[in-house]
């Protein structure tokens, strides 16, 4: 069993998970965009958790680096996007996360976030890892799409490496698979489990076709409801997911963020399928 932590103690904001825990969910609009839609969008999120008694991160980032054409959306940046966030922190009483992308980021990031997420691409940077790790916050670690399962043990190791740190989440969220496409091995869930630090499973992301859609990247957001059923009942700990009031009218990632009136939905199957794992899973 994963070990647990609470994310956001520090600040009155508490999460909890791993352990015996409820599934903890991360979710909101993949980038920052006007300060109302975040907020409108924060308050559904956190009273959807509050009533499934599950777990919340407020999830939005304050730029995306990494996007498939030179004219798309990349966010407001980092002082005006932590702006945002904080106001939904303060406001909410919710711990919230971003990605960071340089070690010059996280000290003015760490400010804000309860939560800093390493992005897929960035997952072998050594010096921005323990930089993260450095500040005594959780550390969300995206595994690679080139990376194998077992080969999170170094980014584990690094992250040990640094004393102090607030706790380590690692998400899987598929592998590369030819060009323009993911595949999710269940069993590396499993592998990662045995690294000690709790696992999240990102579903939105696991359905992307990476620059499949020409100057962006496409997905399947049909398959949402197997890839949750899948991979809660292989036992992660958390669910990662992007959701937005109107997908079609989003900043990024446009075919797979999630309508935020369907979400209801995936979390309840997500609470069930966590609750019969944990149940099977006892001796």
């Not at 996007?67 to 980092?78: A, K, L």
Request: proline share 6%; net charge neutral.
């Amino acid at each position: 069993m994963a070990r647990a932590f609470v994310v956001g103690a520090q600040r009155g904001t508490p999460a909890a998970v791993g352990g015996d825990a409820p599934l903890l969910v991360i979710a909101g609009p993949c980038v920052v965009e006007a300060p109302d839609l975040v907020m409108r969008t924060a308050e559904h999120l956190a009273g959807l958790c509050r009533r499934l008694e599950l777990g919340f991160i407020f999830k939005c980032s304050y730029m995306k680096d990494n996007r498939t054409s030179v004219r798309s959306e990349v966010g407001p940046g980092i002082d005006a996007g932590l702006e945002v966030l904080r106001r939904v922190r303060d406001e909410l009483g919710v711990p919230v996360l971003s990605d960071v992308h340089e070690s010059a980021e996280v000290g003015p990031a760490a400010e804000v976030l309860d939560v800093l997420q390493i992005p897929a691409f960035l997952c072998r940077q050594t010096r921005l890892l323990r930089a993260a790790a450095a500040t005594g916050r959780v550390i969300n670690v995206k595994k690679g799409q080139f990376l194998a399962p077992e080969d999170a043990e170094h980014i584990v190791a690094k992250y040990e490496s640094v004393p102090g740190g607030g706790g380590l989440l690692l998400t899987e969220r598929g592998t590369s698979f030819g060009y323009h496409n993911l595949i999710v091995d269940m069993r590396g869930l499993e592998t990662l489990r045995g690294f000690g630090w709790p696992v999240v499973f990102d579903i939105t992301h696991s359905l992307q076709r990476p620059s499949g859609a020409g100057g962006e990247s496409g997905g399947e957001r049909r398959f949402a409801p197997l890839m949750t059923r899948a991979a809660c009942a292989a036992g992660v700990d958390a669910v990662f997911l992007e959701a937005h009031p109107d997908p079609a009218r989003a900043h990024s990632d446009r075919q797979t963020q999630i309508p935020l009136a369907e979400v209801a939905r995936l979390l309840e199957t997500a609470r069930d399928f966590h609750a019969l794992e944990r149940r099977e899973r006892r001796p």
